[in-house]
Each structure stands twice: as C-alpha cells, then as structure tokens.
C-alpha cells in the first residue's frame, strides 16, 4: 500500500516535468536590438505600461512582481528564470511576450480593444537587447524618464500611414494636410486651428482621432487605437513641439 502511493506520487510528477520540457521555439523571436539599450528610458517604461498593471505594487499576478529588482529576476516555478542575464532567449518574460508559452501571452489578450496590446517586434528587440547585455537593473528607486513626443518622431510616422492617403496633396480631404506640422497646427476647412496646444482636452483633433467625432465621415478611418491616442494627447500636452 505503502509503495503505491508513492508511485501515484512519482508518475504525475514526471508528466508534468515532461509537458514542460519541451522548449519553446526561439527561432521565432525577434532580433534584439543591435545598439546599446537604456534600463531606465527605454526598458522600463515598456514595462510600466504593459506590465505593472498586474504585475506591480499592488497585483502580483501569477505570484510575479516586476517593479522591483529582486521580484523581476524570479524564477518561475514552471517556465525557468523570468530574466536570465546575458540570454535573452532563456527568459520567460522573453518567450512569453513573443507568445512563444502556451496560453501565456503576457499581457494577456483582452476583448476590450486597446486595453491590452502585444508588445511590438521592436520593443521585444529592446527588453532582448537589455537582457543580453546584461539586463542591469540600477539600485535604489528608478528615476522616471518623460521621453518627449515630437512632430518629426512620433506624430508624422504615426499620421503618415494611418492619414495621409486622404489628408496629403492638392486633394486632400477638407483641405487638412498632414504634411508638417505646420499644416495640422493650420487644421482644415471646418476645423480650423484643431491643436491647442497644451491643451488636449480643447484640441479638437484629439476628438478627431479618439472617435469621439461623429460628424466625420468613415470613423473608423478616424479612430486610432489607444496607445496611439495616447501619443497625440502627449504631443499635445508637451506642446505640440
Ligand atoms: C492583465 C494582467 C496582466 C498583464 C498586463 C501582464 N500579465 Fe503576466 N501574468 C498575468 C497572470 C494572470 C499570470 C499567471 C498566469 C498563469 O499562471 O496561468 C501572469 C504570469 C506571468 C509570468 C509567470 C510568473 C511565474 O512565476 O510563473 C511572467 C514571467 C509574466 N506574467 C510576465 C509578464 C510581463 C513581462 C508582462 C508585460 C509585458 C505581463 N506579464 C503583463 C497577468 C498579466
Ligand atoms: C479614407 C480617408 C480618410 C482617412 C484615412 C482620414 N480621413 Fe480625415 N477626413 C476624411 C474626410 C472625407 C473628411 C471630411 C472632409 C470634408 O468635410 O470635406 C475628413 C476630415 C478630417 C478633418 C477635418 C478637416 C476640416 O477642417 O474640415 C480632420 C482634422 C481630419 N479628417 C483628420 C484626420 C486624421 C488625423 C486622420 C488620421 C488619423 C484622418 N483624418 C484620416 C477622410 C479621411
């Protein structure tokens, strides 16, 4: 009686082992980034605002806390060490932000749209860059980096792919051009001066692009996702530089 029980014991424990042997495939992870990548400005504010939500001070889903230095290097009971120094492609945060562990895909998929959004290839090649170089982690409290939103970085990219089509040349549509700056600050037609800046709440393209406009044809054309709004509100409030 004695024997069985401990081999009831045994063979689960073995399955379990075995399910999760197998590796997830790496070939699949983006490449990390090839330059010299900053904790402060440019890995933590990825996870700031993709992670800490449930994973910070007051949740710790998953029994993980990635704000602070001794919670971000745990190691996982089932998936190995979340951050392993120099190998970006044996951390679990890895794997998991690249989808590569069953039913693990951190954040985790939401149906509310723009509430959880899949880290980009880009921001995968920076937290692989960070870990490969060592994944250093500063002591004491992070200084919290305000990366300024700019016209020429942020906002022409951004309104080139998801405006230009209709908003660029001789024919563009209510005559607003997203062309330079200069040109949105102008505003169009109807909606003359839609910046004000500093001042997102009175910026009429804020409403524009949030959706919230609904006397605008083809909304959805209009409707950028959260993170992208979130990024014009930015542009706005630092001044609209
Ligand atoms: C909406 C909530 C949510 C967000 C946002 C989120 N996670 Fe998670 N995370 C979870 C939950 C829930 C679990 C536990 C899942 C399970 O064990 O089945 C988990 C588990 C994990 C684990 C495994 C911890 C362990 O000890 O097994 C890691 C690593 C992880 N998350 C990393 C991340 C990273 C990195 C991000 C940001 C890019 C992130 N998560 C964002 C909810 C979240
Ligand atoms: C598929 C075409 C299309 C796309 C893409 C599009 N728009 Fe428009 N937009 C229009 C049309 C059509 C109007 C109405 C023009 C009119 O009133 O004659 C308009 C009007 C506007 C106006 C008001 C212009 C004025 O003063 O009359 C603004 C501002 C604007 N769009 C901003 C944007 C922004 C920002 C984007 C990108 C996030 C965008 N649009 C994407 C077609 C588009």
Known sequence: M????VLALVIPLAA??????????VSKLPLPAARPVDFTKEVYP????SCFKCHGAEKQKGKYRMDTREGAFK?????GPAIQAGKSEESAVIHMVAGLVDEMLMPP???KP???EKLTPEQIGILRAWIDQGAKWPDGPIAEFVKPVTFAGDIQPLFAKACAECHSGAGAKG?????SAAAVLKGGANYPKPVVAGDAKKSTLLAIVSGKDEDLPAPD???LAARQVELVEKWISQGAK
């Open 2 to 5: 004695k024997r069985l029980a």
């Open 16 to 25: 379990v082992a075995d399910g999760k042997g197998s590796k997830p495939d």
């Open 46 to 49: 990825i996870f700031k605002e």
């Open 75 to 79: 190691v996982t009971e089932d998936h």
């Open 109 to 111: 998929p939401s149906d």
């Open 114 to 116: 723009g509430q959880s």
């Open 175 to 179: 005559s607003f051009s997203v062309e």
């Open 221 to 223: 054309r209009h409707k």
